[in-house]
């Protein structure tokens, strides 16, 4: 039994509140393959290397939470763009990407999956941070207060297998009772969780400012890994859509990078 695209489509559009966000790249279907779906499979970025084993498994459609088309669009097709444009059309698969709408997501999100993996109390979690408009950032403690060295190792292992060890800034006070997180590239919501109250600040990857305004700030920056921070929401979408969809075939393919 096969599923219309648009089905999917429209119920991850709705499910992920695409119409809430201005983003920096277009939320939803991005490339339009075959009407009817059979497999799945969702991933990080949309790279070739996702696409060629999403063939190899029959996908009808991709979903990623990094997509293809980003800004303005695409100013040329040439080079890695074209032969990934190539392999998706010549195989009938579509591609769906959901950016920012999938860092918020409360239940589905790469912020809640960071935040369970390491830990942080359900409800002591609060949003903070201005990203265009919404607040994108998560913070919440633990039900006991964590030495610093306790709540890095926290975080270490909530992104185990990943990726190398994260890159810490031990700036801020021994003790962490409060911890900011913003999956992907998110230092610039570092005075954010200042203002927020936080101990210890979590993203992904690091613009080189970011370390002395964390010694400035006095506040622990740890860099666990733009791709170690997102793998739950595409992985958590894979869930969804098995849940949602029992005829579909849905696979989450890992494309580990140590960035």
């Excluded at 195989?91 to 239940?107: M, Q």
């Excluded at 949003?127 to 190792?153: C, M, N, Q």
Aim: hydrophobic share 45%; glycine share 10%; charged share 20%.
């Amino acid at each position: 039994m096969t599923v219309h695209l648009r089905d999917v489509v429209a119920y991850l559009d709705a499910t992920l509140e695409i119409d809430r966000f201005r983003d920096y790249a277009p939320n939803g279907l991005q490339v339009e393959g075959a009407p009817e779906v059979d497999t799945v499979v969702t991933g990080v970025s949309a790279n070739q290397a996702l696409f060629d084993r999403a063939i190899e498994l029959g996908a009808d459609l991709i979903v990623v939470h990094h997509g293809l088309i980003w800004g303005g669009g695409l100013p040329t097709v040439t080079g890695p763009t074209a032969r990934r444009l190539k392999a998706l059309l010549a195989n009938d698969v579509s591609l769906a990407a959901y950016h920012l709408p999938l860092d918020k997501h409360p239940r589905l999100g790469n912020n809640t999956g960071l935040a369970d993996a390491i830990g942080l109390a359900l409800a002591e979690r609060t949003a903070f941070g201005d990203v265009k408009g919404v607040a994108l950032g998560l913070a919440g403690g633990w039900a006991t207060p964590l030495s610093r060295d306790e709540a890095i190792a926290r975080v270490t292992a909530g992104v185990a297998g990943a990726r190398p060890a994260p890159f810490v800034f031990p700036f801020g006070p021994p003790v962490v009772r409060k911890v900011g997180l913003c999956s992907g590239a998110a230092g610039d919501l570092l005075e954010a969780a200042v203002a927020a109250g936080c101990d210890m600040f979590v993203t992904g990857e690091l613009a080189e400012r970011a370390g002395e305004l964390a010694r400035e700030l006095q506040i622990t920056l740890v860099a666990a890994g733009h791709y170690a921070t997102e793998v739950f929401g595409p992985s958590r979408v894979a869930d969804e859509l098995r849940r949602q969809f029992p005829a579909l075939s849905v696979h989450f393919v890992p494309v580990a990078t140590p960035l």
